[in-house]
């Protein structure tokens, strides 16, 4: 129901940041927890933040916990993920995600209801 387009992603060097953007279309975005998922070359793809669209809260993922902050608006029918101090090793395809709630592993989502197409995010040393 809901569609999603991720942005944002770019290429800097080690230790800048970025901001991703997940927009939804239609009116329905705040009816589903919001995930964010990243998959590097090679690698399994990795659920790294999620908010709850019960209680707002946001939880994360050990490799990013700190460093990243997950964040929606509502009334833009919009989230966001600002990530602070990137290193190489952040180097991913980041996708964000309409779910149907947090799982108890941080920064797990559970129940996809839609991707974003994801975008391209490139850390370099």
């Known amino acids: 129901e809901v569609q999603l387009q991720a942005s944002g992603g770019g290429l800097v060097q080690a230790g800048e940041s970025l901001r991703l953007s997940c927009a939804a279309s239609g009116s329905t975005f705040r009816e589903y927890t919001i995930g964010w998922f990243r998959q590097a070359p090679g690698k399994e793809r990795e659920g790294i933040s999620c908010i709850s669209n019960r209680d707002g809260l946001a939880k994360y993922a050990d490799s990013v916990k700190g460093r990243f902050t997950a964040s929606a608006d509502y009334a833009k029918n919009t989230a966001y993920l600002q990530m602070s101090s990137l290193q190489p090793e952040d180097t991913a395809i980041y996708f964000c995600?309409?779910?149907?709630?947090?799982?108890?592993?941080?920064?797990?989502?559970?129940?996809?209801?839609?991707w974003g197409q994801g975008t391209q995010v490139t850390v370099s040393s």
């Open positions: 995600a309409a779910a149907m709630k947090c799982g108890v592993i941080a920064g797990q989502a559970i129940g996809i209801n839609s």
